[in-house]
């Protein structure tokens, strides 16, 4: 396969993997732009391990967290909240109806990310891939090098924990 190919057929998937893991629309685009140029640089070692998706998600993954030790590291935390948070209000304000509607999704979402938030890694990565990544148990197991199983037992006791999270008063009952 060769570059445009690759490009064209991978493009939104990579920028909606990593939407999912910043929730920025703006590191989004900027992460998968490096993303693809360091696939043009190294085209040349792809072995064939994985599918192609999964190899350009491993690389997206790794210029993400390497973006977020970097700007850790130069204090621009704060910065990085700013973008998200205006990425989510974008978002939302682009499909809004009313006032009440657009208090209601952004309540939704916020409850949803601090939910995430509390998660420990890898049961955060594991539900944030499936479930806003849309990617198989396959390849959430390649990405971390393991088995199909354990990205299946990943992310039912990563559902497990939100729903204590959720409502820990349920599950004492049980």
């Known amino acids: 396969m060769d ?55 491993q690389i997206a993954k790794n210029t993400y967290l390497s973006r977020l030790k970097k700007q850790k590291s130069s204090g621009s935390d704060e910065k990085m909240k700013n973008s998200v948070n205006a990425g989510i209000s974008d978002g939302e304000s682009a499909a809004a109806d009313t006032p009440e509607s657009i ?22 990565e594991v539900f944030t891939l499936r479930t806003l990544g849309e990617l198989s148990f396959r ?12 990205a299946r037992v990943t992310y039912h006791r990563a559902r497990g924990k939100i729903r204590e999270l959720i409502s820990p008063d349920e599950d004492r009952r049980e």
Not at 11 to 34: C, G, H
């Open 139 to 150: 390849e959430i197991g390649e990405i971390f090098g393991r088995k199909e199983g354990w």
């Open 3 to 57: 570059f445009e190919e690759m490009y064209r057929l991978y493009f939104r998937d990579v920028y909606l993997f990593i939407l999912a893991m910043s929730r920025s629309p703006d590191i989004a685009e900027e992460v998968t732009q490096e993303t693809f140029y360091k696939v043009l640089k190294n085209v040349g070692q792809y072995r064939g391990d994985c599918s192609v998706k999964t190899w350009l998600f």
């Open 103 to 124: 208090c209601i999704r952004k309540d939704e979402a916020l409850s949803i990310y601090k939910i995430l938030h509390y998660l420990d890694e890898p049961y955060k």
